[in-house]
């Protein structure tokens, strides 16, 4: 009789692999290297480098100097500008997710009817989305510059005062908030297909119990939506919170640091200043801040969004 101590051995630990299985485990390793060197190489590696250099001081030209935990203390505790950067962003995060989703959102009840041109009014909305996003912002530099801006030009000609849409520091961020949800294609695209998912019965069921248009969209078409629109809204907080080209593009952080966004403050802090060590402790800070938000949004979840019959 095989001891206790051989009895509770794993299984696994007694199987001795064959040629062939050698062999296969050889081959399948070789059709994922590029991969595995891909994740090694271009993830792993970079955030292992920069957690180690958010903790020295290095400009990319002399070595890296270890300085502990100082280039956090410097951001949250000395950095004249760091909680006037976090200001600005949380300012265009919150403002321009939530109504850019409830456009979209909006938008794609819209083209879920009957309408005329539905597939045209589908493919406009939708193109702001693939269209490359320094395209996106000389196109809305046109716009809205106020020397040579096509809607400054109008209002000059029919009479009317200019207006400092990108120069102005209380205009300049819901400037480029318009500008955020005008690009709502994708998530438009996404609701749009969790609507044409909802059974037609609940509405029928809805109808003949008495429910007018708002009691069929507030009590089915919403309730059944809402993990898509918990999707958009986690995809929107993370995608804002990093949002960058657009709005250097357009202001460059000004005017006077009104649209000075966590990313640019980062980027200027890696590549004008060369402090390294500072931006990638930043860049960690960020990463915490996402991970907080996202938590914080699943967590909250269970009391809102609807998994089809789940308690």
């Avoid at 500008?81 to 600005?88: D, I, L, Q």
């Avoid at 000059?156 to 400037?175: E, V």
């Avoid at 609940?202 to 119990?209: K, M, S």
């Avoid at 507030?218 to 804002?240: E, Q, R």
């Amino acid at each position: 009789m095989a001891s206790a101590a051989e009895a509770s051995r794993p299984v696994l630990a007694r199987i001795r692999m064959t040629r062939e299985n050698k062999r296969a485990l050889i081959v399948g390793l070789l059709f994922v290297s590029p991969w595995i060197v891909g994740v090694l190489g271009f993830t792993v590696y970079p955030l292992i480098s920069s957690f180690y250099f958010s903790l020295t001081r290095y400009d990319l030209i002399r070595d890296p100097v270890y300085i502990g935990a100082q280039n956090y203390n410097v951001l949250i505790n000395t950095d004249p500008h760091f909680w006037k950067v976090m200001g600005n962003t949380f300012y265009y995060v919150f403002l321009s997710v939530p109504l850019g989703l409830v456009v979209a959102y909006l938008i794609a009840n819209l083209l879920n009817t009957e309408i005329i041109a539905r597939s045209l009014f589908r493919g406009v909305i939708y193109v702001p989305s693939i269209v490359p996003a320094v395209c996106s912002a000389v196109v809305w530099d046109f716009l809205l510059n106020i020397q040579y801006g096509a809607v400054n030009s109008i209002l000059q000609t029919i009479g009317l005062r200019t207006i400092p849409f990108l120069s102005n520091p209380q205009l300049a961020k819901p400037s480029i908030i318009m500008v955020a949800i005008w690009a709502q294609g994708n998530a438009m695209v996404i609701f749009l297909a969790a609507l044409q998912d909802v059974p037609t019965s609940l509405y029928e069921a809805a109808t003949v119990d008495g429910a007018n248009a708002w009691h069929r969209f507030w009590h089915v078409t919403v309730p059944m939506t809402t993990p898509i629109i918990l999707f958009n809204l986690v995809m929107g907080f993370i995608g804002a919170f990093q949002e960058f080209t657009v709005p250097w593009l357009l202001t460059q952080g000004g005017p006077m640091m009104s649209t000075e966004f966590y990313t640019i403050h980062l980027y200027r802090n890696a590549f004008v200043y060369l402090n390294m060590g500072k931006a990638s402790a930043m860049a960690w800070i960020l990463f915490i801040i996402i991970v907080v938000f996202t938590v914080m949004l699943f967590n909250t979840s269970a009391g809102w969004v609807y998994y089809g019959g789940e308690e």
